[in-house]
């Protein structure tokens, strides 16, 4: 495949995901695996690249959580039919995470965002989906052992859950990082509840996890 | 340093200097306090109560020692009224840490417009509480029967429903002294023909009872005339939990994260709220709290339980398990309600964690139950509950608009108070606005003062509807920044906004906005109204509905055609738009009035189906679809005229 028809792949899958395209996205893809591309290329720099995008809107307002779910819609359109096609690269291996939403909440929306960003980006997404029992994260974190656990409330009653789970987690195996998120959640509650770090948004849960994962890699060193 | 400041129940907040005084702070932010004296700490007026205790979901921890020391010459001020815990004056108080402000009726200026009148209804009389005027034979050695039985006894002779009566115990303890002292001649109140409940010496005619209504942001009461069913007087007031948190999210968690006193310090409130309904009302219409004997009361889910006392944890989270759904009745002295003692407090029954005693209120008032015809019942409040169906199926949902709709989490919104703006106009060529103040029959000219404080819910629907229509937003809800207007700009944060006021029209010192995130907030809120009547009907496998009944005493306010332009529901012929009022207060009258109707107010309540929204596989897609303007997809043909062309086809 030529230098330049991968770019030209590239970019039909980013402006996909910009302007949730669906059919563009699955077409393009279709396209890249019958010509053999690098499909976790095409993954990074078209998809989490669009993405990107997408996530750059979103904080400049231009963009909302409507948009956004689309875009994670023809984001995963094209990302299914890539994904058996990645091969696991040395070195370029992002982290695990153990993602759901607390106990008592069924409200999984700004999950679902989330989940679509970090598995655009490489991430190995371990998703319990929602009204996940505390115990159920416990396991599914010793049983990965994924570097970050994601809790997401968007209730306050059910905020509360995330007080107990995170000494549970920690008690298991301290160095795993916890991030936690939601509308009730603020700075304050990372603090009291002794989570590492909260995000408004998911771009920013992103570039929070990359940090963490940073550290983490460095403190094996 | 900057600390934040948080008043309620208006709920505005912001940041102030150290050291800034209270009242200082009300006036940057818009509270309104009152302050006869100019601030010289001796009117006494400006009292305010001081929260105490960490409020999660205002994220702020309050304390008195967060403010400057009380000296001797405002102690002596305070020491005027009777010692209440927290009160300081807003005038003198110096800031120094958050707080959390709690401004009191008395001290507010701008008095809240509550309207929750009474609406009509119509309701075949059959109250639980009857009065009889008996004249007894007077016992003699012949005849040395006990008073009871001789009460019971000739009250059977008269009505042969009045078979095993039982007596209250206090009333009983008065029973001898007031059958010797009126001469025999007595007035048995009877309960559901089962006990008496109160004996009056002589002829008594009147027999009221109270209706209320308690929402999350107002209490409404109505003394009601058992005889003819005519409400004597209107009582309205906040919801004294305001300060405890503005939606029922918050005052549950208040109930959690307070374990020892939550609860009893919220319950406490509502009743305190409660007995001053009973007292202001009675007073006004010539009775004594006493003369009440009995009180129907409804309310949502988590505001009954609270009143109860029950924890309200558990019907907080999934799977949102109510205590009980049947309706309950216990007497008025266990609750410490200063109604008659024997007097019987009947809270109607609830349908789900989500949908609680008002919307079967609603039911009751309305009727879709009864109808041939689909009705789509919108009960408007701090949370959207709708209903679908007829006589055939009844469903019912509730969708977490949260308050953005009635001007809370809105930058400058407000409750509907004097110096709300309350209507706006834009015009699309100039993008200039004009608007309505309340308290102010003109409409602003852009010159003239207007003393605006802020937006208060039906502006905001307004003001949003009137900028998509000038296309100052963007289907998605972007602010439009292709037009040359100085009333659309950035503010120092970079957030996009509308100027609705300019300063010099406002009574705030500052431009009355509104920004992106506001709009955000309303597309949120309406997203999940409308992706719940989508759901909803689709459920019942219908495309349309014949008639939209819009309850929730803020509902009344709303204009039909803003709220179906921005898109709170779906497109349908206005003229089946039916506001019914505050519903859920009607309904309340009407169980007063009426044991037939309580009973059947229990056979819906469980009869209707409740649908968790969230449950549904499509719903974070339709509600994402819901929050465009006035909604990605759908079409409003009978906005002809009234939205852009490629809305309505």
């Known amino acids: 495949m030529t230098n330049e028809r991968e770019q030209e792949l590239i970019k039909r899958l980013q402006e996909a995901v910009i302007n949730y395209k669906p059919a563009d996205a699955k077409k393009a893809a279709e396209e890249a695996i019958a010509e053999g591309a690098d499909a976790y290329k095409m993954t990074m720099e078209g998809l989490a690249g669009g993405m990107e995008v997408v996530s750059e809107k979103f904080d400049t307002h231009e963009y909302f959580v409507p948009e956004t779910l689309l875009c994670a819609k023809a984001l995963y359109a094209a990302l299914d039919l890539l994904k058996p096609f990645i091969k696991v690269q040395e070195g370029t291996v992002r982290g695990q995470v153990v993602l759901g939403v607390m106990q008592g909440d069924v409200h999984d929306l700004g999950k679902n965002i989330i989940k679509a960003i970090f598995e655009a980006s490489g991430w190995t997404v371990h998703d319990l989906g929602r009204d996940v029992p505390l115990k159920k994260f416990v396991e599914e974190q010793m049983k990965t052992d994924s570097d970050i656990v994601m809790l997401s409330a968007m209730m306050t009653t059910s905020m509360v859950g995330i007080k107990k789970l995170i000494p549970m987690i920690k008690e298991k195996n301290p160095k795993v990082k916890i991030m936690i998120g939601g509308a009730p959640i603020t700075d304050k509650t990372v603090s009291e509840y002794g989570a590492d770090v909260t995000a408004d948004n998911a771009p920013n849960a992103l570039k929070e996890a990359m940090k963490m994962l940073d550290a983490l890699r460095k403190g094996k060193m | ?649």
Not at chain 2, 389 to 406: F, Q, R, V, W, Y
Request: glycine content about 8%; hydrophobic content about 40%; charged content about 30%.
């Open chain 2, 1 to 649: 340093m900057q600390h934040t400041i948080i008043f309620q129940p208006s709920g505005r907040r912001g940041q102030v200097e150290e050291g800034t005084t209270i009242l200082e702070a009300a006036r940057k932010i818009g509270v309104d306090i009152e302050a006869v004296c100019g601030e010289l700490i001796v009117c006494g007026k400006c009292r305010v109560k001081i929260m105490e205790g960490k409020f999660q979901k205002e994220d702020i921890t309050s304390s008195m020692g967060h403010l400057s020391e009380l000296d001797e010459k405002e102690q002596k001020v305070l020491a005027r009224k009777d010692a209440e815990e927290h009160i300081r004056l807003a005038c003198c108080t110096k800031i120094l840490g958050d707080v959390l402000v709690f401004v009191p009726e008395a001290s507010r200026t701008g008095k809240q417009v509550v309207s929750k009148a009474a609406g009509k209804i119509k309701v075949k009389l059959k109250p639980a509480v009857r009065k009889y005027y008996v004249e007894l034979p007077e016992p003699d050695l012949d005849d040395p029967l006990g008073d009871f039985e001789r009460v019971e006894e000739t009250l059977y002779k008269n009505n042969s429903k009045m078979k095993k009566l039982t007596i209250d115990y206090r009333a009983l303890q008065k029973l001898p002294d007031v059958l010797r002292k009126s001469d025999w001649k007595v007035t048995v109140t009877v309960w559901n023909d089962a006990e008496i409940i109160r004996v009056e010496p002589g002829k008594v005619e009147h027999n009221i009872g109270l209706a209320v209504d308690i929402g999350t942001t107002s209490v409404a009461g109505y003394l009601t005339d058992l005889n003819t069913g005519d409400v004597i007087v209107t009582e309205s007031m906040m919801n004294p939990q305001v300060r405890y948190g503005e939606d029922v999210m918050s005052r549950i968690s208040y109930c959690m994260f307070n374990e020892e006193t939550g609860l009893k310090e919220l319950q406490d409130t509502i009743i305190e709220g409660l007995n001053t309904i009973v007292k202001q009302s009675t007073h006004k219409a010539g009775f004594a709290p006493d003369d009440i004997s009995e009180m129907t009361l409804v309310c949502n889910t988590a505001m009954h339980h609270i009143l109860l006392g029950i924890n309200p944890e558990y019907m907080g989270v999934a799977p949102f398990t109510p205590a009980l759904h049947h309706s309950v009745d216990i007497k008025a002295e266990r609750f410490g309600i200063d109604i008659l003692p024997a007097g019987n407090i009947h809270v109607l029954p609830i349908e789900a964690g989500f949908v609680g005693a008002d919307n079967v209120g609603c039911l009751v008032a309305d009727k879709p139950h009864k109808r041939k015809e689909m009705t789509l019942l919108i009960d408007i409040g701090t949370n959207g509950e709708l209903v679908l169906g007829n006589k055939d199926k009844l469903i019912s949902c509730s969708c977490a608009t949260g308050p953005a709709l009635e001007g809370a989490q809105i930058e400058f919104g407000m409750r509907a108070a004097p110096g709300a703006i309350e209507r706006v106009k834009i015009d699309p060529k100039t993008l200039e606005a004009t608007y309505k103040v309340i308290g102010n029959n003109k409409w602003s000219d852009g010159k003239v003062n207007m003393l605006a404080k802020g937006i208060c819910g039906s502006a905001i629907i307004d003001v949003i509807a009137e900028m998509y229509r000038a296309r100052i937003l963007k289907k998605n809800g972007q602010i439009n920044h292709d037009h040359a207007s100085n009333r659309i700009r950035k503010n120092d944060k970079g957030l996009s906004e509308y100027v609705l006021a300019w300063r010099h029209e406002t009574a705030i010192d500052a431009d009355i906005v509104v920004n992106q995130k506001d709009v955000r907030a309303i597309q949120l809120a309406k997203g999940a109204l409308y992706s719940g009547c989508l759901i909803m009907l689709r459920k019942l496998g219908i495309k349309k509905f014949d008639r939209l009944a819009v309850a929730g005493a803020f509902g009344s306010h709303i204009d039909k055609v803003a709220a179906m332009a921005i898109g709170m529901f779906p497109d349908c012929d206005l003229k089946k738009v039916e506001y019914i009022g505050n519903a859920a207060g009607d309904g309340a009258r009407i169980a007063l009035l009426s044991t037939d109707e309580r009973r059947d107010a229990n056979i819906i309540a469980r009869k209707v189906e409740y649908v968790e929204l969230a449950l549904e596989e499509d719903f974070n897609d339709r509600f994402g679809e819901a929050m465009q303007f006035p909604h990605m997809f759908d079409k409003f043909p009978h906005l002809k005229g009234i939205l852009l062309p490629e809305d309505v086809e």
